[in-house]
């Protein structure tokens, strides 16, 4: 019995199944052996990493569910679960296709994102736009996949690819707000999940009860213990960045910089306004003590690939380590570009011809956009201009020099630290640059 033979027979089985309790040990074994020769398919062809992936992941039966698999990080490991009448109904290169689309939804840490996104924006505009930034990068998936060309038309919006979830979510978000409510569909948990339900495929996720750091933990030791071998390109950087620790200890700096800064005022209903105290509809404020985060990066000529290389993985601790706002200044003798960073992906590479080094482009954009009340975190060799010819308006200044070269600026206006590393002599693998470990103790202080 071929591949498929074997598939309709399952799927013919399944329909007739009305409670989980009637797939018995016979069925489930056939089913599993089913998926390991989806799984042996990819081991045998171009996606060895998406293969070995999935022998680590533990597999079970669930016909709650409203989409063909679903996954969800637990202590003993990932845990992925199948809607038979669902994924049957697949063939074997959308099988493929839906096991990639859940390891990327786990190496792009859309598990953590998502719950960060749920305070800004709806259900079905985070399920939506998790599912589109990774679905670009999958091929054969199923017809009734959410791409990036389909939420255009259907919701009157311009997105483009290789952009972050948050940034999708926003935007789908804004249209859905501007259209009428739509009447919202009870579900009935009793009955078998034979159709597909996008807007609930992540539902699931809410019995995840690991903590954060836990799934970054099982994340990255799943990864690592692939080994980099066939790695695709997007995943390249994200296991780079497990494998390399940063020098500095951002959480401590972090901390210690942050709360004393004040970024406006917030409404409150917890405290009355102070010009109308009779008012009881009025809100009050409190001071807002989110400030914005920039971190600039000298891009400049002087600037060696291995010292920005450095520099990433110091930002990437940055954005592990804070819910604030972070915003990347490249510059230059000028400011090449500004964007905001929301994760790993929203990186970008290097642009080209650069020019010389000048810090003042920084300052200058800082006062013309009024961010006093930011924290400037600088990256550089060092090697540019004596004198600022802005002074800035902005508190708290972090200058983060890469190498041995002496500042040029006779006043930083803030603190200046270095981070010195060594590129080690690799005799086996493949891993990338190897770095030295130790935190610097002056960041201690």
């Not at 799927?11 to 797939?23: P, S």
């Not at 996008?198 to 750091?213: K, V």
């Not at 803030?414 to 470990?437: A, P, S, T, W």
């Amino acid at each position: 019995m071929n591949f498929n033979e074997k598939r309709e027979q399952l799927l013919k089985q399944a329909y007739d199944v009305k409670d989980i309790r009637e797939f018995d040990s016979s069925y489930t074994r056939e089913f599993f052996k089913l998926v390991e020769e989806v799984i042996l398919y990819l081991l045998e062809g171009d996606d060895l990493f998406f293969g070995q992936f999935m022998l680590k992941i533990k597999r079970n039966i669930r016909i709650d569910i409203t989409y063909p698999i679903a996954t969800i990080p637990k202590r003993d490991g990932f845990n992925m679960f199948f809607n038979p009448v669902l994924f049957l109904q697949c063939d074997k290169d959308e099988m493929v296709a839906l096991f990639k689309h859940e390891i990327y939804h786990i190496m792009y840490s859309h598990f953590e994102r998502e719950k960060k996104m749920k305070y800004s924006l709806n259900k079905k505009s985070i399920n939506i736009a998790l599912d589109i930034s990774i679905n670009q990068y999958i091929k054969n998936l199923p017809s009734w996949s959410k791409k990036i060309n389909a939420i255009n038309m259907e919701y009157n919006l311009m997105l483009k690819g290789d952009r972050s979830a948050e940034e999708y979510g926003e935007e789908i978000y804004k249209s859905i707000k501007s259209r009428i409510k739509e009447p919202k569909i009870t579900d009935n948990k009793d009955e078998l999940y034979n159709e597909i339900n996008l807007e609930n495929a992540h539902d699931i996720w809410e019995e995840i009860d690991i903590s954060e750091e836990e799934i970054k933990s099982l994340t990255k030791k799943t990864a690592i213990s692939i080994g980099d071998k066939d790695t695709p390109g997007n995943f390249q950087k994200i296991i780079l960045g497990y494998k390399e620790r940063a020098e500095i200890p951002w959480q401590l700096v972090l901390r210690n910089i942050l709360p004393s800064l004040r970024s406006g005022y917030k409404k409150t209903v917890m405290r009355r306004d102070r010009r109308q105290q009779d008012r009881l509809d009025l809100r009050g404020r409190l001071p807002n003590n989110e400030a914005e985060l920039i971190v600039a990066i000298d891009i400049s000529a002087s600037m060696k690939e291995e010292e920005l290389h450095k520099i990433l993985i110091e930002i990437l601790s940055i954005s592990r380590n804070t819910k604030n706002k972070i915003t990347i200044i490249e510059c230059d003798d000028n400011i090449e570009r500004v964007y905001k960073l929301r994760g790993e992906k929203d990186i970008k590479k290097r642009s080209h011809n650069n020019g010389a080094t000048a810090f003042t482009p920084v300052f200058k954009y800082i006062l013309e956009n009024n961010l006093r009340n930011a924290v400037l975190i600088y990256f550089t060799d060092g090697v540019g201009e004596k004198e600022l010819s802005i002074k800035p308006i902005n508190k708290k200044i972090v200058w983060v020099l890469t190498g041995n070269e002496e500042f040029s600026l006779n006043n930083p206006y803030g603190q200046v630290k270095r981070i010195y590393k060594e590129k080690e002599e690799v005799h086996e693998g493949n891993i990338g640059l190897q770095m030295v470990n130790e935190v610097i103790h002056e960041w201690a202080r």
